[in-house]
DNA sequence: TATGTGTACTATGTATCATAGTACACTTAG
DNA sequence: CTAAGTGTACTATGATACATAGTACACATA
């Protein structure tokens, strides 16, 4: 369920943050399922449990899990959090097109390409 | 000309590569036009002259300026580099696209977010 | 009671980034 | 020829982020 790409320049705890993120914005973990544990996700994963505990923090802080003493954590079930990260999306989309405009990228080549990747995408 | 924010994550070094390759694609710096040397511009950003070496060290690398011996680095005058940066954008463009597919963006309002976005840039 | 859970520490090693300083070969203005 | 400015190549040092290693505590549950 989760991978680690060692090839990245992204730090381990950030990947992971951001695997969650999109396993629980998808769906693919409801609300109220329990995450794997700090040390079994950590001995899975080959990595040390301080890793995955600062990857839960910032989820947990971020309002995608809630922890509860003695039990585990778990997904919350925030409805609000589809449209923060919705919200990060269009942030992102913006740099981009700003970018892609300053080196000459025309409207509609843009947006044909937009389209054109939006198809392309496998489920 | 160059600006440099120390509250941004990527180093010194790349936010100086990155500028640079969008004022040349850009065509703000021409052709042969010399590029400040190492040590004034590590003088007028306040930062290392080694700094600037290691950018300007990878701008020569991916070919945006050519160096001359006790003379100075100097602009580029390659029509491939446009081509190139515009492969990286689509590139981005369409990681970006497919992560806002993921989270359930809407095809059509992908697109009128874009044409938004790029409308918005100030020129 | 024993095991597994989250959480909070301290200490250590490593890699990257940036700085500091020095040095050399080259070009050019004087 | 000389001096100043150029790119380039080193070594050394410090700061920071990242990851690991190890320990400890309170809690829940079988």
Known sequence: MIVIDYQNRKPIYEQIVERFQMLIIKGV???DTQMPSVRSLAAELSINPNTIQKAYSILEQQGFIYPV??????????QALKEKKTEV????????????????????LCLQKTA????????
């Open 29 to 31: 973990l409801e609300a």
């Open 69 to 78: 003493k003695g039990r585990g954590a778990f997904v919350s079930g925030n």
């Open 89 to 108: 999306f269009f942030g992102k989309l913006k740099e981009l097109v700003k970018e892609g405009k300053e080196i000459g990228i025309s409207r509609d």
């Open 116 to 123: 054109q990747f939006y198809e392309e995408v496998e489920t």
